[in-house]
């Protein structure tokens, strides 16, 4: 029944403040999805519960950017599924979902013992990861409560170098000052051979970075140009994967052609999301 009147709320809303060619779009995504309904089984890899659908993006975001004619609005994301978001079951977002399926390989192939540690971590991917007996698993955030470690990402010296197998950074770059010094900490901190997920939001159409002192002094020019008041620059695709590399990472990109289409539809992760996993040799 939340699904349904979520559902309904959702469309409603958008009709009312989107432009009408954005709102067309959007309509189009809506409609799509109930056509293919009846002939989708949709599946959360974080708590592996069968869904009736996955929640829309919470439509007052979507509002709050609209009201601030936002530049690097969430239509141009490269990972982001707007009209099926999160899992009504556990919580789990479109990116969550993508990991999962990412790690549910990873620990195939590594096949024991795994040290991980999560920056900022999610709650659905943390109970996934930690109901496997093999990982130890440790979760660090500067702000967030209840982590393991209280950390700054530009100085975890509480961890030795090389000490973990596996690392997840989501979404979390974009609001460090110094973030190439972020990055080379993950470098140090992850071992030989070892595998990273790094994710942060992806703004297509752009082949440049945007870093401006005087727009991170301002959450609303934040909002507007960024995607988030909080955020201090939008990262392009071409210009995150250069810093990956000049902080000494190989990178690999995963998408629906490595998962398979079908996976990606039934795990509500949209076609054209891609998932970033560096590696150091």
């Keep these: 029944m939340c699904n349904s009147r979520g559902g309904m709320g959702f469309k409603y809303l958008l009709r009312e403040v989107m ?24 599946y959360c890899p974080c708590c592996k519960a069968r869904v009736e659908n996955f929640i829309p993006f919470p439509m007052i975001n979507l509002q709050r950017l609209f009201d601030v004619q936002a530049v690097d609005a969430v239509f141009n994301a490269e990972t982001l599924n707007i009209s099926q978001y999160t899992c009504p079951e556990c919580g789990a977002t479109d990116r969550d979902r993508l990991y999962t399926l990412y790690l549910d390989m990873l620990f195939n192939e590594l096949n024991g013992y795994v040290s991980m540690l999560e920056i900022a971590p999610s709650k ?40 973990f197998d596996v690392i997840i950074c989501s979404h979390v770059l974009e609001h460090v000052e110094n973030d190439m010094k972020a990055i080379s900490e993950l470098y140090r901190v992850l071992k030989q051979r070892g595998y990273a997920i ?9 082949k440049d970075i945007k870093e401006d002192n005087h727009i991170k002094k301002n959450p609303q020019l934040c909002l507007k140009y960024y995607g988030q008041e909080d955020h201090i620059r939008r990262y392009s695709k071409e210009g995150y994967i250069m810093r990956l590399e000049e902080g000494g990472f190989i990178v690999s990109e995963y998408g629906e052609n490595d998962f398979g289409s079908d996976l990606f539809l039934q795990a509500g992760i949209h076609k054209r999301s891609v998932l970033y996993v560096v590696t150091k040799v």
């Design 19 to 42: 432009p009408p060619f954005i709102w067309k779009a959007i309509s189009s995504l809506i409609k799509g999805r109930k056509n293919s309904h009846s002939l989708i089984s949709y």
């Design 124 to 163: 659905p991917l943390a109970d996934f990861i930690k109901s496997k007996s093999y990982i130890s698993y440790r979760s660090a955030d500067l702000y967030m409560e209840e982590v393991d470690d209280k950390i700054d990402i530009t100085n975890m010296d509480i961890y030795e170098d090389e000490k």
């Design 198 to 206: 790094l994710m942060v939001p992806i703004t297509l159409g752009f």
